[in-house]
């Protein structure tokens, strides 16, 4: 409010815009809030000590109150609409390369009409450009012009179709829906990074059931998790997809309860599918159960990289959850305080909680390694005379959060060998918190 009364005052129009604007329309709370103004970039920034320009394209101003960054971005037209003959816009502020546009403009170039309404402070009004507000009020999600044009510009749009849906509990729009499945192969060249961003919003902002199964409707599952769709499709007792439901489900209820969630667990679990079809089949060809592990988790996570840039600091712990699981079979002790004090133990533990879902027969492991964690770590070092392991009863860090400084000590993970490295980690004759 403070921004678009600063705005006002200097005689520049000024609207909240975009996500914010539609998830107060349905009584939500906006996790963070857009401005759009008149105002150039410099001007804004002239306006507000507490703000810096940012893009380079698109320069926009951030104006920054302690931990909350408000953007606030000049009205833009489409450009890339291709139009030869650019109209003047009398009373736009026009400024070079023409990217700069009137309101009607800015609204034509979002994405859904939803996304596209303006809240006035100086009347307290919505202004609607696109028939928006209806379609909130309708609850769904349309496409602003041709649907299938609007996809093919970018087809990171149908993410954000389904994942907004499932978010607002909206519909999508008939004529918006139908391209999806269609188009969805389209996402294979969408930059991977962009969609990583992308695929953590969809799955961690609470509401990673109803994506799931949005991206299953709308056929986009095997355009963003190809190796994980193959490897549901092909699992006919549907164990593999209720373990991951149910996993996202334990995600959903984390966010809920405002406990952390990990993009390292949230990939173990995504890819875990995969990761079992491509051990069974590096089984099936002869290759022993550890290398075969090895294997298939390099494998998976390779190939999936073609799709999604999956950081090395989430990549490595989801192998470690992964690569832990045939651990919990071991009752040697020593093996037992060693598995018990990784840093990895309380995310695999969960992971191993997980596939009791998918299968009964981890049904003794999990009781054995929830005796284990109650023992004090005293009671179980006294039995090995052995120092208590680090980490043993404080449940912290569960699902760790895959940061690189949780390595094990005395590891340099730059310095080391890929290939080195990863056969200490994984290597049951010596375990990695050694
Ligand atoms: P949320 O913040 O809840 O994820 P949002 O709609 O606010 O949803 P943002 O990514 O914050 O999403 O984008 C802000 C606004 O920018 C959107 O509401 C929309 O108007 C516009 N926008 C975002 N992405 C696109 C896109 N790919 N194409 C066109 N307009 C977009
Ligand atoms: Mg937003």
């Known amino acids: 409010m403070r921004v678009l009364y600063r705005l006002r005052d200097a005689g520049f129009a000024g609207y909240l815009v975009g996500g914010a604007v539609r998830d107060l329309l349905v009584g939500g709370h906006p996790k963070d809030f857009d401005v759009a103004t008149d105002a150039t970039p410099e001007q804004v920034k002239a306006l507000f000590r507490n703000s810096r320009l940012i893009g380079r394209r698109f320069r926009l101003a951030h104006v920054v109150f302690g931990r909350e960054i408000i953007e606030v971005a000049t009205f833009r037209a489409n450009v890339d609409d291709g139009s030869g003959d650019r109209e003047t816009h009398e009373g736009g502020r026009l400024v070079r390369d023409n990217v700069y546009g009137t309101i009607e403009d800015d609204a034509v170039r979002r994405d859904f009409t939803a996304n596209a309404l303006y809240y006035a402070v100086e009347d307290f009004s919505v202004r609607d450009y696109v028939g928006g507000f209806e379609d909130v009020q309708a609850r769904k999600m349309k496409l602003i012009g041709d649907p299938e044009q609007r ?123 995969a990761y079992c079809r491509a051990l069974i089949g590096l089984q099936a060809q002869g290759v022993n159960a550890e290398e075969a592990q090895r294997r298939a988790a390099d494998r ?81 070092s006294a039995a090995l005379g052995v120092a208590p392991p680090r980490g043993l009863d404080t449940g912290e860090g569960d699902a760790g959060d895959g940061e690189v400084g949780e390595e094990q000590p005395g590891e340099d993970p730059a310095a080391a060998p890929k290939r080195r490295r990863r056969r200490r980690r994984s290597g049951s004759a010596a375990p990695a918190a050694e």
């Open 151 to 273: 996809y093919r510009e970018d087809p990171v749009r149908m993410l954000r179709a389904v994942r907004l849906a499932g978010k607002l509990g909206f519909g999508i729009d008939a004529a918006s829906a139908e391209p999806i499945p269609r188009l969805a192969p389209l996402l294979s060249e969408a930059a991977p990074a962009r969609l990583f961003e992308e695929l953590l919003k969809l799955f961690l902002s609470g509401n990673a059931v109803a994506s799931f199964e949005g991206l299953e409707r709308y056929g986009l599952l095997p355009s963003i998790l190809p190796e994980t769709a193959a490897a549901l499709a092909s699992n006919r007792s549907g164990a593999l997809r209720n373990m991951l439901l149910e996993g996202l489900r334990g995600t959903d209820a984390r966010v809920a309860n405002d406990e952390p969630v990990s993009p390292a667990f949230l990939f173990a679990l995504l890819l875990w599918p």
């Open 300 to 380: 998976v996570t390779l190939h999936q990289l073609g799709t999604v840039a999956l950081p090395r600091r989430f990549s490595l712990p989801m192998q470690e959850i992964w690569l832990l699981q045939s651990r919990f079979a071991t009752r040697q002790r020593k093996r037992v305080m060693r598995l018990l004090a990784h840093p990895r133990f309380r995310a695999a533990y969960d992971f191993l909680l997980l596939r009791l879902t998918a299968s009964s027969e981890h049904a003794e492991d999990v009781a054995f390694w929830r005796a284990a964690q109650t023992q004090s770590s005293e009671e179980l």
